[in-house]
């Protein structure tokens, strides 16, 4: 059985910077797409970033890119999510999902890690 697991989640000032990790388990990591969602209190769960199972392609949302890196690094069996200049709208608990096909849809993937606060705030 898959297992996902965040870490890195935190307490940040406007402008600042935060890495969250996505430890997988359970299986053999290349055969599975990876990305990040996000939900705010009283939003819409929305997906942030995705990742291919080798890492070629890339998919990022319009607010977050350019600012936000997401990569994956199979030989440690995670994946991370750079996040750079973070914004009091990026505050939310950040999940991670792995599934063997597409994950950059609004459901997202068949596996879920538990979550990550990631608070933005002055």
């Known amino acids: 059985q898959v297992q996902l697991a965040e870490s890195g989640g935190g307490l940040v000032q406007p402008g600042g910077s935060l890495r969250l990790s996505c430890t997988f388990s359970g299986d053999n990591i290349n055969h599975y797409d990876m990305g990040w969602f996000r939900q705010a209190p009283g939003k819409e769960r929305e997906l942030v970033a995705a990742?291919?199972?080798?890492?070629?392609?890339?998919y990022y949302i319009g607010s977050v890119r350019g600012r936000f890196t997401i990569s994956r690094d199979n030989a440690k069996n995670t994946m991370y999510l750079q996040m750079n200049n973070l914004k009091s709208e990026d505050t939310a608990v950040y999940s991670c999902?792995?599934?063997?096909?597409?994950?950059?849809?609004?459901?997202?993937?068949?596996?879920w890690g538990q979550g990550t606060q990631v608070t933005v705030s002055s």
């Open positions: 990742i291919s199972w080798g890492g070629a392609t890339t």
């Open positions: 999902t792995a599934d063997r096909g597409d994950v950059a849809t609004p459901r997202g993937g068949k596996y």
